[in-house]
């Protein structure tokens, strides 16, 4: 490839900012999808330091995961107004941006929508239907009208204005919405694979005791059930979702084109 100046360029693989509220999130579906595009992926655990992005231009693309305390959290979580910061501008320059559950409420509020604490309490494999724009979009397109994804998640939140619907539920009506080209949340987890699944149920089984009673005596059951369609589903809409993702083109200079 060549530059407006006639020297070459070098594709750089993409550059993804992950942002982990909680500890051993996993990125599941995302990861594999990710890696199939030769991406690279810088951690940033905030439960752990607090330390974000100091910019959004060592970044293509930013993701922001769940966690088990909400978006409006400040004064137990101090690094979320900069979070939520951080993922407006990453938004409004054009960048592809993701959150997830979580991250999804923090989006939602970084584009100026409220926050619903504790109203759509949602456990386990679920079908989320697809709206008539979200058949239409990128993200959501190949999955027909509905598909089975799990969920994990007690909060919601308002339709940020200017945003588009793409999928919803009975439970929560924005499941899933779209701001400009490539700035989506999602409400439910579509990287939590199997794998992601089983570890979840390995680390918190007295919290899902507690939320879900009887989901981990029945796990083998609704496993063998949902859990195909609902990895297959997450995957599509990862590798939707990476393909989405801009790279920045650098400019290589050489004594040739010097």
Same mark, same amino acid.
């Given at each position: 490839m060549v530059s407006s100046r006639g020297r070459p360029y070098q594709e750089e693989p993409m550059?993804?900012?992950v942002i982990e509220n909680m500890r051993n999130t996993g990125l599941g579906a995302l990861a594999a999808a990710l890696d199939e595009a030769g991406a690279e992926i810088e951690w940033f655990r905030v439960w752990q330091d607090g330390i974000l992005p100091l910019d959004i231009s060592g970044h293509d693309a930013l993701v922001v995961?769940?966690?088990?305390?909400?978006a409006l959290d400040d004064e137990t979580h101090p690094?979320?107004?900069?979070?939520v910061r951080l993922t407006?501008?990453? @938004?409004?320059?054009?960048?592809?941006?993701l959150g997830i559950c979580l991250g999804s409420q923090i989006l939602a509020r970084a584009y100026g929508a409220d926050n619903h604490l504790g109203i759509a309490c949602?456990? @386990?494999w679920h079908g989320i239907g697809v709206t008539a724009e979200g058949r239409a979009d990128p993200l959501l397109s190949a999955l027909g009208g509905e598909f089975t994804i799990f969920e994990w998640h007690a909060d919601t939140f308002s339709l940020p204005e200017g945003a588009i619907r793409i999928a919803s539920s009975p439970v929560a009506?924005?499941?899933?919405?779209?701001?400009?080209?490539a700035v989506y949340g999602t409400q439910?987890?579509?990287e939590a694979n199997s794998a992601v699944v089983a570890q979840w149920k390995a680390e918190f089984p007295d919290t899902i005791a507690r939320i879900a009673p009887g989901w981990l005596e029945n796990h083998a059951e609704l496993a063998a059930r949902h859990a195909g369609a609902a990895d297959a589903a997450g995957l599509a809409i990862a590798r939707a979702w990476v393909s989405l993702i801009e790279r920045q083109e650098v400019e290589m200079l050489s004594q040739a084109s010097a």
């Open positions: 550059r993804v900012a995961l769940g966690g088990e305390q909400s690094y979320l107004p900069e979070l407006r501008r990453f @938004g409004d320059a054009g960048k592809a941006v949602e456990f @386990g009506e924005n499941q899933a919405f779209r701001i400009g080209r439910f987890h579509f």
